[in-house]
């Protein structure tokens, strides 16, 4: 009789934008495979699908749609893989993802709309063993690369989604990361984080569909 595998672990990288997750999520990707671990990434928006392929419009100020249509969607893009994601964690691979339904929250509560209708729809998808929240000043974001390419990319608006990650961070055990720094070194710091996380998860248990205990 073969055992099932240990499952996977689901580490969630958050943020506001530009704060490099989805640098870290390369180098995170690249050092675990090199430790031998089985491992995937994702991202969402995932642009390619028929619903994300409408956000993508949205975000480049293509398309204009309500503020609760557009969360909607975001959503629907979590739950269109849901179940591919499942399948993989239970497969035995790790799965690396840059935003998640933090972000869904933090961006439409920073519009205006209140906390518990922004978490409502994402209520049954799956729940993270590690978040990871790269945190810097909005002033350091600005200056990066192709910042003010995408409609949310405001300091005024990007101070309030900081604010909202903040205290989404204090209800649930996230890590807090220092992302003003040189990429190595926050890679590192990322990287000690997660491996302290699989070796703590001898048996991680089942995976958890509740996003909010
Ligand atoms: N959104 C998303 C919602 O409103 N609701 C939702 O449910 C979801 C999922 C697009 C937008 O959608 C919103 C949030 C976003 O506004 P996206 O596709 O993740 O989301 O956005 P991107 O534009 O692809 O990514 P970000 O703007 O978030 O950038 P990253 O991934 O944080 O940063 P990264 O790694 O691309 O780096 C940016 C630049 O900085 C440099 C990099 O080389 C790059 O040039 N850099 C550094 N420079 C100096 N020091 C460091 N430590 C650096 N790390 C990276
Ligand atoms: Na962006």
């Not at 995932?46 to 909607?72: C, F, M, P, Q």
């Amino acid at each position: 009789m073969t055992l099932a595998p240990r499952r996977g672990l689901f580490i969630l990288l958050e943020g506001c934008d530009r704060t490099g997750k989805t640098t870290q999520v390369a180098l995170l990707k690249e050092a675990l495979s090199k430790l031998e671990h089985p491992v995937t990434s994702k991202r969402f928006p995932d642009r390619s699908t028929t619903v994300g392929k409408a956000i993508d419009g949205y975000l480049s100020s293509a398309l204009n749609l309500e503020d609760r249509a557009i969360h909607l969607l975001f959503s629907a893009n979590r739950w269109e893989a849901v179940q591919e994601m499942k399948r993989t964690l239970m497969e035995g691979t790790h799965i690396i993802v840059d935003r998640y339904s933090a972000s869904g929250i933090a961006y439409s509560v920073a519009k205006g709309l209140p906390l518990d209708w922004c978490r409502d729809p994402d209520r049954g998808l799956l729940r993270p063993d590690l978040v990871l929240l790269l945190d810097q000043p909005i002033s350091i974001a600005a200056n990066r690369d192709g910042w003010g390419e995408e409609r949310y990319e405001r300091v005024d608006f990007q101070e309030r989604v900081r604010s909202c990650f903040h205290d989404l961070s204090t209800h649930q055990d996230w890590k807090l990361i220092e992302a003003a720094r040189d990429i190595p070194t926050v890679h590192t710091d990322i990287l000690r984080h997660v491996q302290e996380a699989i070796q703590r998860s001898s048996d991680p248990g089942p995976l958890s569909f509740d996003l909010w205990q």
